[in-house]
């Protein structure tokens, strides 16, 4: 018995029409933290992207995520400053907390 043949479609074809997604020029206009943020994530200009970045670099440097839990985040001194004093936040709330620190 012949076994049929089968056409495979190609895949690059598929990929080559995609068009690469531009960044939305909103979000990568650089923005200012002040003090409080600026001790954790340095005081120079950044855009969001890039300050929420430095964040997770410094919470996760500092094993500040909770291990049962991965979405709160356990604040210690610096962070506690940019949460509002609250000691454990998750990460969705962090953003808003954050939103507060840029202008």
């Known amino acids: 018995m012949a076994k049929k043949a089968t056409k495979a479609k190609p895949a690059a074809k598929k990929a080559a029409?995609?068009?690469?997604?531009?960044?939305?020029?909103?979000?990568?206009?650089?923005?200012?933290?002040?003090?409080?943020?600026?001790?954790?994530?340095?005081?120079?200009?950044?855009?969001?992207?890039?300050?929420?970045?430095?964040?997770?670099?410094?919470?996760?440097?500092?094993?500040?995520?909770?291990?049962?839990?991965k979405r709160n985040i356990n604040a210690d001194d610096a962070l506690k400053a940019v949460f509002g004093g609250k000691k454990t936040v998750t990460m969705f709330e962090m953003t808003k907390l954050v939103s507060k620190h840029i202008s």
Do not use: E
């Open 17 to 69: 029409k995609k068009a690469k997604r531009k960044p939305n020029p909103a979000l990568m206009k650089p923005v200012q933290p002040d003090a409080i943020l600026g001790a954790v994530v340095g005081a120079k200009p950044a855009p969001r992207g890039q300050i929420t970045k430095k964040l997770w670099d410094y919470i996760k440097k500092n094993g500040l995520q909770d291990a049962k839990n």
